[in-house]
């Protein structure tokens, strides 16, 4: 696959790095002086409470959402003020939504299509090839005329990490992929998800699937109140926290 | 109450309408039953339906009716990706091929003034051909409206603000006496190019309102998925934005078209010879004395309600096929 970052010198290569970022919306500071690293093929996970800046920390990183202060360098490319580099940053980033976000009046394959045929100026053939490559790889191949409305949540989400793929993208940022999902439809998901990780695509990943966290993330990042409150290696992470709110949080989640 | 009413009116009014009705005949005197005289329908259908068009030259009225017609069935009948291909250029160039066609002088055929040009295809192709502008205009100004640049927002707001505060008549004016005022002396625009334009200006004004409701009811989520995707300003609007903002608006939209094809028999009051001032003239001609208004107008109002009721029938049916959850 495109995607596999079998090149060990690509290994610790950084490809986001985050230095002091800020950002408030009016008076309210949502990202409190964010430092982050992440170097390529790397898998993290972002967990904390509603409200902690961690959904709003992520889409900074393709420009859905604006920082005032700090930079953020996504592979190589410095975010500035200018519709062409968000772009080319945008254009180097997947990102699959809570709400999927399908293109309600397209069929699958056009949603998966739309991208490569009008960003990528590929031809039609080309890309339905690709798109229909990647639904055989979410398991859906025969919804390919089908419209989002027709499918189930879980199927409409596979269908949204597909359209992200088709793009061919370095980094894929997940924002609470399965929080709108029934119970019986997160392990597809998920599925999905774990198989990509296993590839060796960069990944971050706000959720609360803490089973997740610990089978793939290289580090789980806690955040709270706007800020980075703690972050390790899952063992470390799960098993001995060294902050209290991390601790209370921990528990909050894992005792239910 | 109702039906006590009706039972008391609907025979007579059968009986005037059609079995005591005259339907034979070429002149008044044809006209001898105690009944509606639709003679009189007949002998000025022509008129009444291509104006003062020359007769040898019919064909190039109809022809544009006809392209018209083979427009909205092909964009019915074609899939998804050729209509976008087709249909959509040839509707964007259909007024200037009737222009074209209609005048004449520009494709080597005989030119005729506008001022010959009237009757019910006046209304039809006109309407359209407003339309067919102001559709896309009308969202431009909707963007205009919801921009973040200054200039483009305070623009769009006087624009549809003044176009749909003015009353359309008063706007008819506008464009036909104090327009040519602005005008450098000797410049002469013709009266029904004026016309068309202030058309398709008050339309694109409603218009704009009509997608400024659509464009609120697309989730925020649809611009981000846009965004995320890398797309630009243009093709997120015109991909993903336009197509469920008429998708949405399909209700609205087709109203006010209806509203506008009514609308253009206002065009009588500035003398153009539109469907129903063709009918005027004929009630006026000294072989027809004696009161056909009822026939004339019951005439217009049926050409004119099958219409947009066949226009409603085309956008319920529309809206079917832009359902994409139940289908």
Not at chain 1, 106 to 116: A, D
Not at chain 1, 221 to 246: H, K, L, S
Not at chain 2, 160 to 183: K, N, T
Not at chain 2, 293 to 298: D, K, L, Q
């Amino acid at each position: 696959m495109h995607h596999s970052a079998s090149n060990p010198m690509d290994k610790n290569q950084e490809i986001i790095t985050i230095c002091d970022l800020n950002k408030w919306y009016g008076d309210f500071h949502v990202l409190k002086n964010i430092n982050l690293t992440v170097r390529k093929g790397e898998r993290i996970v972002i967990c904390g409470p509603s409200g902690s800046g961690k959904s709003t920390l992520i889409r900074c990183i393709n420009r859905l959402e604006e920082f005032q202060k700090g930079s953020l360098v996504v592979d190589g490319v410095e975010m500035i003020e200018d519709v062409k580099n968000i772009e080319t940053i945008r254009r180097e980033v997947g990102m699959v939504f809570q709400h999927f976000n399908l293109f309600p009046h397209l069929t699958i394959l056009e949603n998966l299509c739309l991208g490569p045929i009008w960003v990528h100026k590929k031809p039609k053939a080309e890309a339905e090839a690709t798109a229909m490559q990647y639904l055989e790889r979410v398991q859906i191949p025969d919804q390919a005329n089908k419209y989002p409305g027709q499918l189930s949540g879980g199927q409409q989400q596979r269908v949204a990490i597909a359209r992200s793929l088709c793009m061919h993208p370095k980094i894929m940022l997940f924002d609470e992929p399965t929080s709108a999902l029934d119970p019986e439809m997160i392990k597809e998901v998920l599925d999905v998800m774990i198989e990509l990780a296993e590839e060796g695509m960069t990944m971050l990943c706000v959720t609360h699937e803490m089973g997740f966290a610990k089978k793939v993330a290289d580090r789980v990042i806690f955040m709270d109140v706007g800020e980075i409150v703690e972050q390790n290696a899952p063992n470390q992470f799960f098993t001995n926290p060294q902050v209290d709110r991390t601790q209370k949080f921990l528990q909050q989640i894992l005792n239910h | 109450m109702i039906i006590y009413v009706l039972a008391n009116i609907l025979p007579g009014l059968i009986d005037w309408l059609f079995i005591s009705a005259n339907w034979i005949g070429e002149t008044q005197d044809d006209c001898t039953k105690e009944g509606a005289c639709w003679v009189f329908v007949n002998a000025w259908s022509q008129q009444s339906i291509y104006g003062s068009y020359p007769t040898d030259e019919l064909w190039r009225v109809n022809l544009c009716l006809a392209l018209l017609t083979a427009i909205i069935v092909s964009s019915y009948l074609l899939d998804k990706s050729l209509r976008a291909k087709i249909s959509v250029p040839l509707f964007l160039l259909f007024p200037f091929i009737c222009i074209l066609l209609l005048d004449g002088s520009y494709i080597g055929l005989e030119k005729i003034s506008t001022d010959f040009w009237g009757g019910f295809s006046l209304n039809v192709l006109l309407a359209a051909a407003s339309i067919i502008i102001a559709f896309p205009l009308g969202f431009i100004w909707a963007l205009g409206r919801q921009s973040h640049m200054p200039f483009a927002r305070s623009v769009s707001i006087v624009l549809i603000e003044f176009f749909r505060g003015v009353p359309v008549l008063a706007l008819f004016f506008m464009g036909s006496v104090m327009l040519p005022l602005f005008f450098p002396e000797g410049t002469n625009v013709d009266k029904l190019l004026r016309v068309w334009i202030v058309l398709i200006l008050f339309m694109s004004g409603y218009m704009a309102e009509v997608y400024r409701g659509g464009l609120q009811a697309i989730p925020h989520g649809q611009y981000e998925a846009a965004d995320s995707l890398g797309l630009g300003y243009w093709q997120k609007t015109l991909l993903i934005i336009f197509p469920q903002v008429v998708k949405i608006s399909m209700p609205n939209i087709l109203a006010t078209f209806v509203m506008l094809f009514k609308n253009t028999t206002f065009l009588l009051i500035i003398g153009i010879f539109e469907m129903l001032s063709t009918t005027q003239t004929a009630l006026s001609n000294s072989y027809w004395l004696g009161g056909y208004a009822a026939e004339g107008y019951i005439f217009v109002a049926i050409v004119f309600w099958t219409c947009c009721f066949g226009m409603s029938m085309l956008a319920a049916s529309i809206e079917r096929q832009l359902d994409t959850v139940k289908r």
